[in-house]
């Protein structure tokens, strides 16, 4: 890809097929840590237990200076907290005692936000006796990260007046903490209104169409590789002794069985960060996507370079047992090494969803020109087996192993604080309560084959863009996103298997218009026959 003119191989080859696989372990779209339990469909309800749950912002402040912003979730029954700061609920933090809120507390609660653990009695109970003690609020914080839903027993008479709130286990924690080392903690309450479509998505969706498209296009229009006509294999054929000086490009041509292997790898791998994630396994992902980033960037830059200072091509050095190289390959290679040393030093900054997404970007458009699909029938394969994977560890997973495998694997369930780099991320930049919009590699990639698969056979057949696939292809795969994110918002933000919606926008779009225009067998069995050509180019093999 014009890092060497000797024709040595690309050293992405030997490990893009474990590339796939890692990039299709994260192909559910998420929408941050929006999780809770489900655990009220038949829970009783009654004129003073129908509050609407809402998520709450717990605004902390130690010794005077603003501190951590906690997310919290109310209760169906109290009083419910205001959207706007400057109405919030606000007063000191002080621990009931006993700390579970079951009886009587002998600390002073007055005009306070008084703190419970989670137990012992019921969640009514510890609101009603914290309001007795003269609490303007109660934070209840429970025993693990999620939020659980506080309902109401069936023959509970209520009069709770107070918000009542629950909080993470990690959100207690540290306000206890602060408490306890003898310092002044106050909170503010409120519940400000999550906006239904935030403008990141839309950055989100044209940047994965926008990666697809420039990966199918590159090769053409910015490598300015000869396009063989006869190009009925779907790889690049030997170039004539005119072109002798141009560097080899060998490409992973995928077949049926090795879709389906790669399946079957990434499931195994998946299981595998389930079980055993861990800070140490988190790390070792990123370095391994840090060099995929960093082989992917370079190639991109090098490749960028050339296409407008194509005299840089000439000037070569000879490195022992690599050939000669590029002397631009040797100077562009240290500053993407900087730059992923520098996004991963720094990936808990605000700004190094730019890093990640760049690198991941980059490593895509590379992946993208080395793997391709030869025909529809290795497409279906490849897309319906990993069809099945998403929607199974997303959805069914639950009734096995009693959670999401694939959405604790992306949240990063104890991974101490660490998440795996294989997504594009973007801040929701007008919602109040932050947090990322992503999308999982394997959602670009896989789709990506296709696309790219359609535009090579567009350009083989000499069908224009408006009667050939590609164009309505690229189409199909933003809807499927569209329809990927307009799910989430119907389902609160609960995580989605994407290639539920990308796969029939894509796989079912190309098969149901090769079948209209009769040329479905041709797709299906595409590079299986003789050329169509009877005089091979001068130089052809």
């Not at 050293?11 to 999780?35: M, R, T, V, W, Y």
């Not at 839309?202 to 590789?225: D, N, P, Q, R």
């Not at 000869?226 to 992973?252: G, I, P």
């Not at 389902?491 to 190309?510: N, R, S």
């Amino acid at each position: 890809m014009g890092s060497s003119s000797g024709g040595n191989p690309n050293p992405l080859l030997p490990s893009a097929a474990f590339l796939l696989c890692l990039l299709l372990l994260i192909s559910s779209s998420s929408s941050a840590s929006d999780e809770m339990s489900h655990d009220d469909v038949n829970a009783p309800k009654s004129p003073s237990c129908n509050n609407k749950f809402q998520f709450v912002k717990v605004e902390t402040w130690v010794n005077g200076v603003a501190s951590s912003s906690i997310v919290g979730l109310s209760a169906r029954f109290g009083s419910p907290l205001p959207k706007d700061a400057t109405y919030a609920v606000r007063g000191p933090a002080v621990l009931t005692n006993p700390f579970n809120c079951c009886s009587n507390s002998t600390s002073k609660l007055i005009n306070s936000i008084a703190l419970a653990k989670r137990g012992d009695c019921a969640f009514t109970a510890k609101a009603q006796i914290a309001q007795l003690g003269g609490a303007a609020g109660l934070i209840v914080i429970n025993d693990n990260e999620d939020l659980y839903k506080m309902v109401c027993n069936k023959n509970d008479t209520l009069n709770v007046t107070i918000p009542v709130v629950m909080i993470p286990k990690s959100g207690g924690k540290t306000i206890e903490d602060y408490i306890n080392a003898g310092k002044s903690v106050d909170l503010l309450l409120y519940s400000p209104i999550r906006p239904a479509v935030d403008i990141s998505a839309l950055f989100l969706i044209l940047m994965a169409v926008g990666t697809i498209v420039c990966a199918s296009l590159w090769g053409e229009y910015i490598a300015c590789e000869q396009v063989d006509e006869r190009y009925n294999q779907l790889t690049l054929k030997d170039t004539s002794a005119a072109n002798s000086d141009d560097s080899e490009k060998e490409v992973l041509e995928i077949n049926a069985k090795g879709a389906i292997a790669f399946i079957i790898m990434a499931s195994a791998f998946l299981m595998l960060l389930y079980f055993f994630m861990a800070s140490w396994f988190i790390w070792l992902l990123i370095v391994m996507f840090c060099i995929g980033g960093i082989e992917g960037m370079h190639v991109c830059s090098v490749t960028l370079i050339l296409r407008f200072f194509k005299n840089c091509r000439r000037r070569t050095i000879n490195i022992p047992i690599l050939g000669d190289v590029l002397v631009l390959s040797l100077v562009v290679l240290p500053l993407c090494m900087a730059f992923a040393i520098l996004w991963a030093a720094n990936q808990h900054a605000l700004f190094a969803w730019i890093g990640q997404d760049i690198l991941g970007i980059c490593l895509m458009i590379t992946v993208l020109q080395m793997a391709r699909l030869p025909n529809i029938k290795v497409a279906s394969a490849l897309l319906i087996c990993a069809f099945i994977y998403d929607i199974f560890w997303v959805f069914i997973s639950p009734l096995i192993f009693h959670e999401s495998v694939m959405i604790a694997v992306a949240r990063g369930d104890n991974s101490g604080g660490e998440s795996i780099p294989m997504l594009l991320r973007i801040p929701r930049f007008f919602d109040p309560w932050g947090g990322y919009d992503m999308i999982g590699f394997g959602d670009i990639i896989f789709p990506g084959l296709l696309v790219s698969f359609s535009y090579r056979f567009d350009r083989s057949t000499k069908k224009g863009f408006i009667k050939g696939y590609f164009v309505w292809l690229t189409c199909g795969y933003a809807f499927g996103l569209f329809l990927t994110y307009l799910a989430l918002y119907l389902m609160d933000g609960h995580g989605q298997p994407a290639l539920l919606y990308l796969v029939p926008c894509t796989l079912g779009l190309i098969v149901v218009m090769g079948w209209a225009k009769g040329e479905l067998k041709h797709l299906w069995d595409y590079g299986k026959g003789p050329s169509r050509t009877s005089n091979p180019a001068v130089g052809e093999t």
